[in-house]
């Protein structure tokens, strides 16, 4: 299931790494990474001549699928709406209760 998800994520023509795929389908890079190396060698995934730096600092290779030669842009994350605040308790002032 791992694997649809990532192919029907890098069809919209992304160019990712195996870590900002992960991010993006919120899985951990230990269970994407097997399944991405495993995209790139039964070719449905393209590695690109571009790297990119993961958090553990170490750089990746960037991907695309086969069928998708066009790059996309992520979409920009939408920040959610502020909440309400609870109602603020009357502020008194102490001077003036013990004076």
Excluded: C
Excluded at 35 to 58: A, F, H, P, Q, Y
Excluded at 87 to 95: C, I, K, R
Aim: aromatic share 2%; proline share 5%; no cysteine.
């Amino acid at each position: 299931m791992l694997r649809i998800a990532i192919i029907e994520l890098m069809l919209n023509g992304y160019r990712l790494t195996a870590d900002e795929i992960a991010k993006q389908l919120k899985e951990s890079v230990l269970a994407t990474r097997p399944r991405v190396s495993e995209l790139v060698k039964i070719g449905t995934l393209i590695k690109l001549t571009d790297r990119r730096i993961n958090v553990s600092g170490m750089t990746a290779h960037v991907l695309r699928h086969k069928d998708s030669l066009t790059a996309v842009d992520l979409p920009q994350a939408i920040p959610a709406k502020p909440r309400r605040s609870a109602p603020q308790a009357l502020h008194t002032d102490q001077n003036a209760l013990f004076g």
